[in-house]
């Protein structure tokens, strides 16, 4: 199967931007689709975004829309997400998750990401 990891969370302030990675290692083939979810202290995991395997259509939480972008690099088998205008309430763990037709779905362990003044 396949491991899942996240990278590039952080502190950043309100109004800045950060970058997350989602890197799948080992043999992934085709999946189904990647996609970004978020869980703030107390609260459950909620959606963030996501893309198609192809990269070709994508998908937003309102709370994201205009702000977030996600994309994917098919060679290199990883997501980014772009996040810019960063607000206070997007502090919380973001997870990678990769939905695969035969294999499920398979998260990382999460990154950080916490915005503060």
């Known amino acids: 199967q396949f491991q899942v990891a996240e990278s590039g969370g952080g502190l950043v302030q309100p109004g800045g931007s950060l970058i997350l990675s989602c890197t799948i290692s080992?043999?992934?083939?085709?999946?189904?689709?990647m996609a970004w979810y978020r869980q703030a202290p107390g609260k459950e995991r909620e959606f963030v975004a996501e893309?198609?395997?192809?990269?070709?259509?994508?998908d937003y939480a309102e709370s994201v829309k205009g702000r977030f972008t996600i994309s994917r690099d098919n060679a290199k088998n990883t997501m980014t997400l772009q996040m810019n205008s960063l607000k206070y309430e997007d502090t919380a763990v973001y997870y990678c998750?990769?939905?695969?037709?035969?294999?499920?779905?398979?998260w990382g362990q999460g990154t950080q990401v916490t915005v503060s003044s």
């Open positions: 080992g043999d992934v083939f085709s999946a189904t689709s």
């Open positions: 998750k990769v939905a695969h037709p035969i294999f499920g779905d398979h």
């Open positions: 893309v198609t395997w192809s990269g070709d259509n994508t």
